[in-house]
């Protein structure tokens, strides 16, 4: 009962574990039995102790069968335990499908084309993190290793200095490292705003924060979006009307308008800020993606109220999830001090993989790659896509996402529906809007924007539709 | 006013940039006051121009002063920045103490005896990850991967395993991957209770938790521990008077006196749990050191009304940061939600290396290793500590910590003083006690206890003192 198939393209150690697993789950061998023994079991399957061996410690894990040293493996006694029933989360519809469209991405269920991802592919990434760095930082013991509360010093280091280059004066005790932006974002609202508090946000703009906003009792204010950045008269009489204490803004390479806001936008937020006295979270999150001379708000105000909020998850590594926060001492003291409560500190492997990349020059070379294939990516994607009927108003040649429109007239819940029978996930405009504007309007991956299922799907829409 | 010391021990930068900030805050240089040339305040400090560059770099980043291109520097416009009103976060004097021992084990500033750590060696842990996994990992592109919310589907699998094979009816769909157990016991706290609810806790415990819950505005209800786990009379009185809402606790090696509870002090704390009504967090960071027929709130509740806590920060890898919870679907739901509001997911790569080493087989090797290792290092500390005037109670061959007092009139913030002049860092009794008890004792890491220079500075103190 033991034979294996040599012939078959599973290795031997898994034909035998499945085996085994088997026999106990069927009750042929029952519970509190005795194993043949190692060299039994080898010459009874055709295969080498060393693969039995392997095979019993994997059984071992699952629990399945346990060792009594000296007398050898018995099946462990299976007790059946109850399996709860799930029930489903309690949650508002907003943050509801906001969840159900993350963990769809996420989990990337069943999906062919993720043209509504916020993702590059894992092959657009894979040159900036060799796995001989891996096993460089597995030889160096990252893993056993505690991070600090703030975060690697040294990577610390090294992130305030590409700040300083970029004119924004950071020093490397008032950055904090933490899992990724979204956490930076949780950190700074908890810590700096009280429920209640009126809060500024791009519409439209990132939905997980929208969701992170709105579960800590703050009160979202919108400010569109127009070509050149925020709008300026929405956001003087919001700020007037609503005396909000923070503004949460994106000025380079937007998300998920692709838009970048002019050097005199960014000035004329600023002296909002300064007159109306709000404080401004940065999402930096693309910024590398960026060419040379973008401006942005951390720059001007030199993080005087300007809050940096940086991130390696979209450029570098979303396994890695780190991110971080720059800004003036009185400020990060109290956003230290919440990540400790919260999580005590970050995963020192993950911090000295970005430590590593950047230090050996890696994430330089790698951003002016991603920036060129980037560039590539967009100019066939707006092509291609202009082609089969979508308008796509951004001409820039820099960034990850699209921001198009559907032909007037057709319904965008539709096609989402219609697009995922074809395994096409789609990030419709109105997920996006804090006010469930944008309808019509689709956020575009350029990484998959010209994958010809996705074309043609939408040309047979459009033309179905016309 | 400008001149350094050059004999001082402090750097001459250090001194430049003290002067400065001394000389804007007292107001001698004014606001938008120019500052002296790099080449005139060398000359003037007796310091060289780099010097100079590198001071009004730190001065620009403290944004004390600004440089003006082609001006040269100006004292920046101190504006004192809108800080909001809850910038400081409220939190007690204790919790600073926390934070503050907490920032010094995990920096370990020049320490070299470091037994008040909660950390194992990364030489009693390399053997569970060897270079070969993480090198495996990169090259399967773990790093690249965006993690699910909920954490690895394989690795949540795994776990509900090893639960099950422990008796403890858990499914993988109602297990949730933390950054470590604090995070975990953060996101329960934060969703399960409410501001003002009263908790139970075990006095002492783990002093993080309790700055976790105070800065969540909870109360904390002391349950003293007795040997055989927590004082039940304690308990019910504390579950009569205040009605608590959780008990957060530890059954297993609880930390930091180390002892474990019997069966039967379990089988009555969940019949108070039941008749008071509260939920009870158990922490399981420690369990896999226990020797097999240990017995846990956990097991005999199967999961009804206790919350799992487990984490591989202590015994597998504390630069990974992975937890995790198993509860029930109604409690666990909430809690998957607060995660994603929180920081929308963890570190695809740290969960694959988890994943990997269970499922290899490696983690259940490491763990029989682990044990011996911590055994022989129990009864060779036990007896030298003893014999240098410690008094220890337990006689436990499991688990990381020795729970030790010092002889009766001595005074424990004086032995800390002296052991931090010598490299030692102790971690003393109080610290650990929501109520300032427990002076005079002491929590020692056995990988750390036997230690010549811990012994002999022991040694010398007791006989100075007697």
Redesign the interface.
Known sequence: VFQVVRSSSIPLGDQLVEKVTGLIETGRLPEGSRLPSVRQLAQRAGVSTYTVT?AF??L????LVQSRPGSGYFV?RL?R???????????SAI?DSV?GF??R???QDKVIVPVGSG?FP?AW??EA???????????S?????????KGDPALRELL?ERL?TASI???AA?LII???A??AF?LIAR????PGDAVLVNDPSFF?LH??LR?LNLRLIPVPMLADGSDLEALESAARLHRP?MFFTQSLLQNPTGSSSSAANCHQVLKLAERY???VTEDHMLSDLAGAGAVTLAQID????VIYVGSFTKLL?????IGYIAA????IA?II??K???????????E??VREVLASGKYRRHIVHLRDRVAKARAVSVFQLRQVGLSIESSSSEGIFLWARIPPGMDPDRLVIAAQAQGILLAKGSLFSPTGQCRGYFRLNVAYAADPLLLSFLSEQFSAAA
């Open positions: 392997q410690e994997r071992s894990a699952k629990g462990a007790r335990v109850p399996v709860p029933a799930r029930v489903e989360l309690e949650v943050v969840l993350a963990r991405f996420l989990e993702f894992a990434l894979e993190i060799p796995p001989s760095t891996l096993s460089k930082l597995g030889k013991g990252a893993a056993f290793e505690s991070a600090t509360v305030a300083r004066p950071a020093a008032d933490t899992s990724g979204s956490h949780d810590t700096l705003l009280a997980v969701a992170q579960a204490r006295d709000f404080l030199e993080l005087r109220r590594g979303p396994g890695l999830r003036q001492s009185s400020l109290p001090k919440a400790v409560l919260n999580l005590l500190a970050g995963s020192a492997l993950c000295s993989v």
